[in-house]
């Protein structure tokens, strides 16, 4: 009886401490399944993390894509715009380039008649000379007057039996004709004018 109680109370030990050892297994595997569902929870958002940063990489890509697209697109028709450019401005050149031409072949043409307008006004004013002293010659002649003596000025006329220039000449006659006169006062102006030149071409005979 005694070996029994013995065998007995060594059997509750076993038990005891086998029901330590399964409770402590049993805790153990508690927190393994606990830091496995963590492990399996945080491997499910890194798969998560993973595949957002994987559509995100892919949208980068197709956008960079679409803006490298764009940019060669843009690139080219930059290019176009300036070889248009280019043309304009070669054309514009070629364009100013004859006008310059042009140019100067119109001013040449010009100074070559600006000159030969200058000589036939010195040949028309030295043949008004030689026509006036010649119609002077021959009222010497026809009319038996003194011969006139002196050179003649184209640039002068008479007024009141005075040689003057002939812009005094005109100023002071629209002096005259500047009062609000009727057509039988410019009349009269007009024949003491007349008369005017005619005194003053028998006093320059004189």
């Known amino acids: 009886m005694c070996r029994s109680v013995v065998l007995f109370q060594s059997g509750l030990v076993g038990r005891e401490r086998q029901a330590e050892e399964v409770s402590a297994l049993e805790h153990k595997l508690s927190e393994a399944n606990h830091d496995l569902e963590q492990s399996l929870a945080a491997n499910t958002n890194l798969s998560a993390l993973i595949a957002t940063e994987a559509a995100e990489k892919e949208l980068a890509h197709k956008e960079a894509a679409e803006a490298k697209r764009q940019l060669e697109?843009?690139?080219?028709?930059?290019?176009?715009?300036?070889?248009?450019?280019?043309?304009?401005?070669?054309?514009?050149?070629?364009?100013?380039?004859?006008?310059?031409?042009e140019m100067a072949a119109l001013q040449h043409a010009k100074e070559q008649a600006e000159a030969e307008l200058d000589e036939n006004y010195e040949e028309a004013e030295e043949l008004l000379r030689q026509c006036f002293e010649r119609a002077v010659r021959?009222?010497?002649?026809?009319?038996?007057?003194?011969?006139?003596?002196?050179?003649?000025?184209?640039?002068?006329?008479?007024?009141?039996?005075?040689?003057?220039?002939?812009?005094?000449?005109?100023?002071?006659?629209?002096?005259?004709?500047?009062?609000?006169?009727?057509?039988?006062?410019?009349?009269?102006?007009?024949?003491?004018?007349?008369?005017?030149?005619?005194?003053?071409c028998i006093n320059i005979q004189d």
């Not at 280019?86 to 054309?91: A, D, G, I, Q």
């Not at 100023?171 to 006062?185: D, S, Y």
């Open 73 to 101: 697109a843009e690139r080219l028709r930059a290019a176009a715009e300036i070889a248009k450019l280019k043309e304009l401005v070669e054309e514009r050149d070629k364009q100013l380039s004859a006008s310059a031409t």
């Open 138 to 200: 021959q009222a010497h002649v026809l009319y038996g007057e003194p011969q006139a003596t002196g050179e003649f000025d184209l640039d002068c006329e008479v007024y009141q039996g005075r040689l003057m220039p002939s812009a005094e000449v005109a100023a002071l006659t629209a002096q005259e004709t500047e009062p609000a006169a009727t057509e039988e006062g410019e009349a009269e102006v007009r024949g003491k004018e007349v008369e005017a030149e005619e005194d003053g």
